[in-house]
Nanobody
Framework: QVQLVESGGGLVQAGDSLRLSCAAS????????MAWFRQVPGNERDFLGA????????YYADSVKGRFTISRDNAKNTVFLQMNSLKPEDTAVYSC????????????????WGQGTQVTVSS
């Protein structure tokens, strides 16, 4: 199986930046995407963005486009989420996920999940 471990969350002030990491282990073959989601209490997980592992092509939700950037380190099997100009409404649990083959925009399409890391943005 695939294991995903997120790190880098914490408490920051509005306007600050933060970089989250997702380290993957296990075997993944062929075409796949790695994505970032976030969830606040009472809500479903919302898609933030994804990266196609082989090509590095990235895709972003309109809500975070221009502020959040996804990148990868192939040698370390790690994907990053760089978050800039953070706002209080960005407060959530952030999770990474893996989906085989084509890009997906909903949480139910993804096969593997990390445990999540809390990001809290104060006013």
């Amino acid at each position: 199986q695939v294991q995903l471990v997120e790190s880098g969350g914490g408490l920051v002030q509005a306007g600050d930046s933060l970089r989250l990491s997702c380290a993957a282990s296990g075997r993944i073959f062929g075409v796949y995407h790695m994505a970032w989601f976030r969830q606040v209490p009472g809500n479903e997980r919302d898609f933030l963005g994804a990266i196609k592992w082989s090509s590095g092509n990235t895709y972003y939700a309109d809500s975070v486009k221009g502020r959040f950037t996804i990148s990868r380190d192939n040698a370390k099997n790690t994907v990053f989420l760089q978050m800039n100009s953070l706002k209080p409404e960005d407060t959530a649990v952030y999770s990474c996920a893996v989906k085989a083959l084509g890009l997906g925009y909903t949480s139910r399409e993804y096969d593997y999940w990390g445990q999540g890391t809390q990001v809290t943005v104060s006013s």
